[in-house]
């Protein structure tokens, strides 16, 4: 049973820093894609930052590049989102995923085979 937790989300004033983890466990094998997602109330799931596990490459929103970091700690099954220069806009339910359903669909797409709960982010003006 794949598990993916994540922690860190909170309150924070614009121009501040949040840094997201996703813990994930009970997999067998290794992962092709990991990914950051948000979804604000009303709103559609749009995908943030993407991570290709084996390699380290990332894919970033247009909306947060610059500002944004996905990376990962293999030893600690762990993908992280540091997020800084946060903005208002920036204000979602925060969501990990795992495994992209195929390696040719683009990896901020919502095909994800596994999702975690979520955690909040609220950013205040």
């Known amino acids: 049973q794949v598990q993916l937790v994540e922690s860190g989300g909170g309150s924070v004033q614009a121009g501040g820093s949040l840094r997201l983890a996703c813990v994930a466990s009970?997999?067998?094998?290794?992962?092709?894609?990991m990914a950051w997602f948000r979804q604000a109330p009303g709103e559609e799931r749009e995908g943030v930052a993407a991570i290709y596990t084996p390699g380290s490459s990332t894919i970033y929103a247009d909306s947060v590049q610059g500002r944004f970091t996905i990376s990962q700690d293999i030893a600690k099954n762990t993908v992280y989102l540091q997020m800084n220069t946060l903005k208002p806009e920036d204000t979602a339910m925060y969501y990990c995923a795992a495994d992209l359903s195929r390696s040719d669909y683009d990896p901020l797409s919502v095909d994800y085979d596994y999702w975690g709960q979520g955690t909040q982010v609220t950013v205040s003006s």
């Open positions: 009970g997999y067998t094998r290794s992962h092709n894609y």
